[in-house]
C-alpha cells in the first residue's frame, strides 16, 4: 500500500530564515509526486510534479527536489504569505489516484 | 476559466438525513475525484471516475455513501442517512490526463449534528 509520511507536523519561522520540509513515501512504481499549498478554507493548490529521483523544480521561493525514497520543498527566504498547508501526494503505478501526506503547516513571522 | 465548482459550501444536517453534494469539473478533465479531509486522518480519496465511469470506490466508507457521475460536467456524492462522523470538509477534484496535478474545488464543509 502506497504510504507519504511529512515532517514536522508544524513549522514556525522568521521572515527571511530558509527551511524545508520532508515527504518520505513508499509506492509501488512511482509515476509521480505531487506538492500542494492549502490555505484555510480553500482546496490544496497545485505547485509542482516530479516524476524521477534526482529531478528539481522551482518556483518563486520554493524548490522542489525529489530522490528514491524522499522529496523536499525548500523554501527560500520566507515571507508571511508563505504560510499555508504544505501537502505531499505521490501517484503509483496503475491507479489514477493520488495518496497524500497529513501535511505541514507552516507559519512565517514577520 | 472557473475551475472545479462545489456546492453547497458549508451543510448542517441533522444525524439521519440524506445529504447530496454537488461538483462541476473543469470543461475537458476526464477523471474526476472526491476526498474527505479530516484533521485525524488528511485527505482520503473515497471514489474517482475516468470518462464518467466509476474505477474505483474501495475509499468509501460504507453502504450509506454513493456517486454518481451522469455525464462529464457533473458529479453527486450522496450520504444516507447521515451520522455525526461523516462530518467533515469533502473536495472534488479534476484532472485533464493522467500525470498531471488535481485541480480541486473549494470544498464542502458538512456538519452533521
Known amino acids: 500500500e502506497d504510504q507519504v509520511t511529512q515532517s514536522p507536523e508544524a513549522l514556525r519561522l522568521q521572515e527571511g530564515e530558509s527551511s524545508s520540509l520532508n515527504c518520505s513515501y513508499t509506492?509501488?512504481?512511482?509515476?509521480?509526486l505531487f506538492w500542494y499549498r492549502q490555505d484555510p478554507g480553500k482546496g490544496p493548490e497545485f505547485l509542482f510534479t516530479l516524476y524521477s529521483a534526482g529531478e528539481e523544480k522551482e518556483k518563486e521561493r520554493l524548490k522542489a527536489t525529489l530522490t528514491k525514497k524522499e522529496s523536499f520543498l525548500h523554501i527560500t527566504a520566507p515571507k508571511p504569505e508563505d504560510s499555508a498547508t504544505y501537502l505531499c501526494a505521490v501517484q503509483g503505478g496503475g491507479s489514477e489516484k493520488l495518496v497524500f501526506g497529513k501535511g505541514t503547516k507552516l507559519t512565517v513571522n514577520p | 476559466d472557473a475551475g472545479v465548482i462545489q456546492s453547497p459550501r458549508h451543510e448542517v444536517t441533522e444525524m439521519g438525513q440524506e445529504v447530496t453534494l454537488r461538483c462541476k469539473p473543469i470543461s475537458g478533465h476526464n477523471s474526476l475525484f472526491w476526498y474527505r479531509q479530516t484533521m485525524m486522518r488528511g485527505l482520503e480519496l473515497l471514489i474517482y471516475f475516468n470518462n464518467n465511469v466509476p474505477i474505483d470506490d474501495s475509499g468509501m466508507p460504507e453502504d450509506r455513501f454513493s456517486a454518481k457521475m451522469p455525464n462529464a460536467s457533473f458529479s453527486t456524492l450522496k450520504i444516507q442517512p447521515s451520522e455525526p462522523r461523516d462530518s467533515a470538509v469533502y473536495f472534488c477534484a479534476s484532472r485533464r490526463d493522467s500525470g498531471y496535478g488535481y485541480t480541486f474545488g473549494s470544498g464542502t464543509r458538512l456538519t452533521v449534528v
Open positions: 509506492v509501488s512504481g512511482l509515476r509521480g
